[in-house]
């Protein structure tokens, strides 16, 4: 009896481990952005969030440019990319199961799909 109960704490103690592992938005994210000219290019977003507060970095072909005024309340998260003179808007929703963010990008609401990058 012992003997179980030590091995459904250990493996309820395995699984919260995984899953806070993967239940927050920090770290790096990529996805393929469609330009206003129809051609796709990568980018990626690398987030780091202290409590409500979200900062972090975009990375394209042309630069790393920061994150500002960045939030995240529940499963929703807004900032702005600073890409040199352009401030552009993005406002998205994180899905529970960690490995993905649907993504508005800038006024036209350009919509793409982050997913994790798994570092090795």
């Given at each position: 009896?012992?003997?179980k109960?030590?091995?459904?704490?250990?493996?309820l103690c395995?699984?919260?481990?995984?899953?806070?592992?993967?239940?927050?938005?920090?770290?790096?994210?990529?996805?393929?952005?469609?330009?206003p000219d129809?051609?796709?290019f990568?980018?990626t977003y690398?987030?780091?969030s202290?409590?409500?507060t979200?900062?972090?970095?975009?990375?394209?072909?042309?630069?790393?440019?920061?994150?500002s005024?960045?939030m995240?309340?529940?499963?929703s998260?807004?900032f702005t990319?600073?890409?040199?003179?352009?401030?552009i808007?993005?406002k998205?929703?994180?899905?529970?199961?960690?490995d993905?963010?649907?993504l508005?990008?800038?006024?036209r609401?350009?919509h793409?799909?982050?997913?994790?990058?798994i570092e090795?």
């Amino acid at each position: 009896m012992k003997r179980k109960i030590f091995i459904t704490a250990a493996l309820l103690c395995f699984f919260m481990a995984a899953y806070a592992m993967f239940a927050d938005i920090n770290g790096k994210w990529s996805a393929m952005l469609k330009g206003p000219d129809g051609n796709e290019f990568p980018i990626t977003y690398t987030f780091k969030s202290d409590g409500a507060t979200l900062t972090g970095t975009v990375t394209s072909a042309i630069g790393t440019f920061d994150i500002s005024d960045g939030m995240v309340k529940g499963d929703s998260l807004w900032f702005t990319a600073n890409i040199n003179t352009m401030k552009i808007k993005n406002k998205g929703r994180y899905y529970a199961n960690g490995d993905s963010i649907s993504l508005h990008v800038g006024a036209r609401s350009t919509h793409t799909t982050l997913t994790r990058v798994i570092e090795k």
